[in-house]
């Protein structure tokens, strides 16, 4: 079984690769992506540890298990949904990429 400490320990790698990530990506494309790719995967591991600290409970670790569950899945629905939600609102106000991309929205004019 995988020690409780190491995926608490990975997730909270994770978490600060993500913090790092906002302050050293150049614009707020690369920040979104990086920030959002980590702190994603990082609440999983983090979740991942407390569902196999519920395990070792006597009585209440199915309903902690389940509980973060759902809000791991809630995590996973709702992170990457916010995220291309800023980014669009990002990219309507006029906010362009620092280095040159191809731009495929604008090209086909949605």
């Known amino acids: ?27 707020v494309y690369t920040r979104l992506h990086g920030a959002t790719k980590c702190s994603t995967f990082g609440s999983i591991f983090i979740y991942l540890g407390v569902i196999a600290y519920g395990i070792t409970l006597p009585d209440s670790g199915l309903i902690l ?16 949904t916010g995220a291309h939600a800023i980014a669009r609102s990002a990219y309507r106000s006029g906010v362009m990429p620092k280095q040159a991309v191809v731009d495929k929205i604008k090209e086909d004019g949605i």
């Open 1 to 27: 079984m995988i020690h409780i400490d190491i995926l608490l320990g990975i997730g909270m790698l994770f978490q600060i690769l993500g913090s790092l990530a906002l302050h050293r990506f150049p614009d």
């Open 65 to 80: 298990g389940v509980h973060t569950m759902l809000v791991m899945l809630l995590i996973l629905l709702t992170n990457p």
